[in-house]
């Protein structure tokens, strides 16, 4: 697994939405590369400060709605 492979599945990976094998790759490549690694980093460092800012600041009646359309569709 190259670079351009880890980069391509990226955002399935922080969604854990990968099975075991393909996450598994994902995660060594990870634990070799800096280069990949920072970037994980820091898209899972914005996505968790995101879900904080973004949790408090939207109104009841939305994420009720969402919840509601979430578990429609699982």
């Known amino acids: 697994m190259d670079c351009q492979d880890v980069l391509d599945s990226l955002?399935?990976?922080l969604d854990d939405e990968l099975k075991d094998l393909r996450s598994k790759e994902i995660r060594e490549h990870l634990?070799?590369?800096?280069?990949c690694f920072g970037l994980f980093k820091f898209e899972r460092l914005l996505r968790e400060k995101m879900r904080?800012?973004?949790y408090h600041m939207c109104p009841e009646n939305?994420?009720?709605r969402i919840q509601d359309v979430i578990e429609e569709y699982q």
């Open 52 to 54: 904080q800012k973004t």
């Open 11 to 13: 955002y399935e990976y």
């Open 62 to 64: 939305l994420k009720k």
């Open 31 to 35: 634990d070799l590369c800096r280069a």
